[in-house]
C-alpha cells in the first residue's frame, strides 16, 4: 500500500532563514507526482510545488525548492529566506496513476520573528 | 475563471440531523473528488464522482453517506444522521480529467461541527 510519511509534527525558523521539511513515502509505482501543499489557518490548500518522478532534477519556486531522492523515496522541501506568510500546515502528497492523492498528516511550520 | 467554490464554508449541525455540503468544481472541470481532514490529520480520499456517475467511493463510510453529481448543478455530499466522529473539514477538489497528468485544483473546504 502507498503511504506518506511526515515525520516532523512541528518545526519552527526564524525570519529570513531556511528550514528543510521532510517527507518519505512508500510505493511499487514507478511513475508518480509528488506535492507540497500549505494550508494556512484559513484552510484552504494551496499548492507550493509538483515534482514529477521521472524527472531527475529538483523543482523549484522562488524561495521554495525540493530535494527529490527517488531510490530513497525521499522528497522534502526546502523554504529560503522564511517569511511571516510561510506559517502554517504543510502536507506532502503522493499521487500515482490514479486519481487518488494520499497525504501525509502534516507539519505545522512556525516563523519566529 | 473562478476557483471550486465550496459551501458553506461552516456547518454547524447536533447529533441525527442531515448535513448537505456542495462543491461546484472550476469551469470547464467535469471530475469531482472528495476528502475528508479529521482534526490533527492530512486529507483523506472519500469518493470521486463524473457527471451522473460514481467512479469510485472506496473512501466513503458504507452507511449515512452518500454523494452525486446531478447533470445540472453541484456535487452534493450528503451525511445522514451525523454523529460527533463527523465532524472534519470536507474539501472538494475538481480537474478537467482524470488520469497521472492531470492536476486536481481544491476547493476552501466545508468545516462540519456536530453538537
Known amino acids: 500500500a502507498q503511504t506518506v510519511t511526515q515525520s516532523q509534527p512541528e518545526m519552527s525558523v526564524q525570519e529570513a532563514e531556511t528550514v528543510t521539511l521532510s517527507c518519505t513515502y512508500d510505493?511499487?509505482?514507478?511513475?508518480?507526482?509528488l506535492f507540497w501543499y500549505k494550508q494556512p489557518p484559513s484552510r484552504q490548500m494551496i499548492l507550493v510545488i509538483r515534482?514529477?518522478?521521472?524527472?531527475?532534477q529538483n523543482a523549484t519556486e522562488n524561495r521554495f525548492s525540493v530535494n527529490f531522492q527517488k531510490a530513497a523515496k525521499s522528497f522534502s522541501l526546502k523554504i529560503s529566506d522564511s517569511q511571516l506568510g510561510d506559517a502554517a500546515m504543510y502536507f506532502c502528497?503522493?499521487?500515482?496513476?490514479?486519481?487518488?492523492?494520499?497525504f501525509g498528516t502534516g507539519t505545522r511550520l512556525k516563523v519566529l520573528a | 475563471n473562478a476557483g471550486v467554490m465550496q459551501n458553506p464554508r461552516h456547518l454547524v449541525r447536533r447529533r441525527g440531523q442531515e448535513a448537505r455540503l456542495r462543491c461546484s468544481p472550476m469551469?470547464?472541470?467535469?471530475?469531482v473528488y472528495w476528502y475528508r481532514q479529521l482534526p490533527e490529520e492530512g486529507l483523506k480520499f472519500m469518493v470521486y464522482?463524473?457527471?451522473?456517475?460514481?467512479?469510485?467511493e472506496s473512501g466513503m463510510p458504507k452507511e449515512r453517506f452518500s454523494a452525486e453529481f446531478p447533470k445540472e448543478g453541484p456535487s452534493i455530499l450528503r451525511i445522514q444522521q451525523v454523529v460527533r466522529g463527523d465532524s472534519a473539514a470536507y474539501f472538494c477538489?475538481?480537474?478537467?480529467?482524470?488520469?497521472?497528468?492531470?492536476?486536481?485544483?481544491f476547493g476552501p473546504g466545508t468545516r462540519l461541527t456536530v453538537l
Open positions: 477538489a475538481s480537474s478537467t480529467t482524470s488520469g497521472p497528468y492531470n492536476e486536481q485544483f
Open positions: 510505493t511499487s509505482e514507478s511513475d508518480y507526482y
Open positions: 515534482q514529477e518522478a521521472y524527472k531527475q
Open positions: 502528497a503522493y499521487r500515482a496513476g490514479t486519481y487518488k492523492y494520499i
Open positions: 469551469k470547464g472541470h467535469s471530475h
Open positions: 464522482l463524473q457527471k451522473e456517475n460514481i467512479i469510485d
